[in-house]
């Protein structure tokens, strides 16, 4: 098959939307000519390690952006004071822009339109017949694949892919309107198949009235690195690592802070150590500092992705905050590229979350870790000093491969090339 992905956030960029397509693409790649269509930014910078297999890399460089966010890799002072009003300005602003003009989130990115179109054009008019693969966000990705696709109905299938919703954003109350949804409706008119990546938003793209909508998760390219259930730790002591990202209202550290802190004033003699690694570390330090914490953490700054790793295998227990706004509905089928990160560490995975997470059951099979909710602070605490008073911790180790197994980018990609096929032979019945 000629496959031809669009997607603007770059396979060197170190974002989940980056590594979806990346490894979908080294996949593919093994059995198929699969190119990438992507921006790029003029100036030279840190790239990530990535590996698109055989897959061409064509890149378009952008046309504007306010910020490089590749460049800085920690926050300034300045630009954590009033980040709560920046960060729900940007969510409002983001999907009413981005549907009139080619921009997308991360530095204000203004893709060149022209230019992305011209490329897809000579890359169908090689090939008797394309797949071509658009994701959002951003955007006009959309409309690149509703625009050829109606120019060559029967030369191309047209796979639209939504690494995030489109309408009904928990950023975003301005997306809940009718017109985001219908906007949505109207523009995946003739898309052959749609791929999402929770199992709400199956439901969701379903009552648009779409009939092919398939569940196509993110997922983890590599092998669990755990082979002992038994992992060895000190005695009386717990090491902790969060090496995720903080949002204002969806995404913070409040009530894992305070579960901590009652941890430590129920049990004093136990020795708590907490890491943390990312581009947040100002504001993980000053929040420990509000709860007369600091003594408990080590903050590592920004690490590379294979310095995290790294970090995190060498944990006692991983902490993941899936979502701590107040949409509950919303935050049933949150998912987070770093949960199947944490699932091939080997390590126990403490979650916080809304009770009826649509991963609880993946994440606990293993028999040691939890979900918690974030008012369960008391409950939090007690399941730390647990763990800390072991000398070692079990995990079923069976069960979380087989979890994992179907997380695993080699086999996502193999359950997606056989969508395509099935589409293919519908398609070729009905003409």
Known sequence: MNIIIVSPYSPKWSNIASVRWEKLAKYLSHNHNVTIVTSAFPEKFPERTFDVGKARLIEIPLKWYLRNPYMQNVLSENEISGVALKHKLKGEVRVILERILPFSSGGMLYHDFESYRKEIERLISQAEQSILITTYDPWFSLRLGSSFKYKYYSKIIWIADFRDPSFDVHESAISRLSLFKNGTKKILKYADMVTVVTQRMVDDYMNLGIANVVFIPNGFDGSLSLTDENIVKGVRSLEITYTGS??????????????????????????????????????????????????????????????????????????LVAYTGDNELVARSVRTGKVYEYLASGRPIIVIGPKDWEMREEVEADGISRVFHKSETHEIAEYLTGLASKKTLKINLDARKRVLQQYLYSNIAKKLEEKIHTVMGLKKTVE
């Open 246 to 319: 903080l949002h204002p209202y969806t995404i913070e550290l409040t009530p894992f802070l305070e579960a901590l802190k009652k941890a430590i004033l129920s049990n004093g003699s136990i020795n708590f150590v907490f890491n943390y690694a990312g581009m947040h570390s100002i504001k993980v330090s000053s929040e420990f500092k509000k709860f007369e914490l600091e003594q408990y953490l080590v903050n590592h700054g920004f690490l590379t992705r294979d310095e995290a790793i790294k970090l995190q295998r060498s944990s006692d227990v991983l902490l």
